[in-house]
């Protein structure tokens, strides 16, 4: 990694870069080390620059979204994390386009103000539309693939490429893009008319049916675990006894079993180990196999 001519070309051409920037403070987990250098960008010819500058001095790149998703290492993140402040949004009737920095919640709102619905599902999902797409984000029978019509992203070239929803291998939380490289920026979304009032109450509908199930009071990343075919995760967990189980501050929650809370100073460490016992546990009695949802990153 040529650290240095990476970061005197950035600063010459007018990047955003800090140094050593806390994760812990980025993510919803509250958990994590330094970002070696922090960049971000607010249009995506920039994103282009920083993708081949990256490249072509070997620093290892990591898109960072709202880190709702994440479980990032003790150690932090060697090299760059990318945050995109690509926050446009374009309605053109039925159809809006957004910088995939956006929330999702923002989105939501958004189209519930323009009397379009089909997002109502994703209102309590945290995190950037970018994300989403990435993760083929769902809730409450519906997901991402349901409403977007395709995504601009940058290429391992650095090409700016256009994906249309039938090639994006979307599937359950899983899209081409998953451990791809390719940088999101943009996702347009295909809506159907609908009543202000009956959208906004399906989306309280649902915030409320997570305020009530999940333990939003702690810092976590969501659900730990995929749904197991033929299961749910956090009966197969509650049923071990493992409500409550804890490792340092890292906990199995106490309200929603298929989530792994932070107490207060959980480290990444704790989290890995926690995740492990479950695992154990749940295959040994039930031989099922628990694949976490959260994503690991850092060493
Ligand atoms: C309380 C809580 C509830 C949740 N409920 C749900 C739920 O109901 N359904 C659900 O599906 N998820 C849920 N999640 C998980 C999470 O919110 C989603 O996975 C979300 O889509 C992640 O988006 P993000 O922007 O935070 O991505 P991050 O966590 O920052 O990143 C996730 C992955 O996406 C990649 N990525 C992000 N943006 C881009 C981009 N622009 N280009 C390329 N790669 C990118 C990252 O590199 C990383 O690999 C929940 C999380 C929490 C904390």
Do not use: W
Not at 6 to 18: A, C, G, P, V, Y
Not at 188 to 215: A, D, S, V
């Amino acid at each position: 990694m040529e650290k240095n001519s990476f970061l005197k070309t950035l600063t010459e051409n007018n990047i955003e870069i800090k140094n050593n920037v806390c994760l812990k403070e980025l993510t919803t987990f509250k958990i994590g080390g330094e970002a070696e250098m922090f960049i971000t960008v607010k249009d995506e010819g920039q994103a282009v620059f920083v993708k081949k500058t990256a490249d072509k001095y070997n620093v290892p790149l990591f898109v960072l979204g709202k880190g709702s998703n994440l479980l990032v290492s003790d150690n932090g993140l060697k090299g760059a994390t990318l945050s995109l402040e690509l926050n446009h949004v374009i309605f053109n009737g039925n159809i809006v386009t957004c910088g995939a920095g956006l929330t999702l919640q923002k989105l939501c709102v958004l189209a519930m103000e323009k009397g379009l619905s089909g997002l109502e599902f994703a209102f309590g999902i945290p995190g950037s539309v970018g994300g989403a797409i990435y993760m083929n984000a769902g809730a409450y029978g519906g997901e991402m693939a349901d409403c977007v019509v395709s995504a601009k992203y940058i290429d391992d070239a650095g090409n700016i490429k256009t994906v249309s929803r039938e090639d994006m291998a979307l599937g359950y939380r899983t899209s081409i893009f998953k451990n791809s490289g390719y940088i999101i920026t943009e996702a347009t979304f295909l809506l159907k008319e609908g009543k202000r009032e009956e959208i906004l109450g399906k989306m309280n509908g649902f915030m409320g049916r997570r305020k009530e199930k999940q333990p939003l009071e702690f810092a976590s990343a969501g659900s730990t675990f995929k749904r197991p075919e033929g299961y749910f995760a956090g009966a197969l967990i509650e049923k071990n006894g493992l409500k409550g189980k804890r490792v340092g501050d890292a906990m199995v929650s106490e309200k929603h079993a298929g989530f792994v809370v932070n107490c207060g100073s959980a480290t990444s460490k704790d989290v890995k180990e926690l995740i492990e016992i479950i695992r154990k546990t749940v295959y040994e009695n039930d031989g099922v196999n628990l694949e976490p949802e959260v994503i690991f990153v850092g060493e």
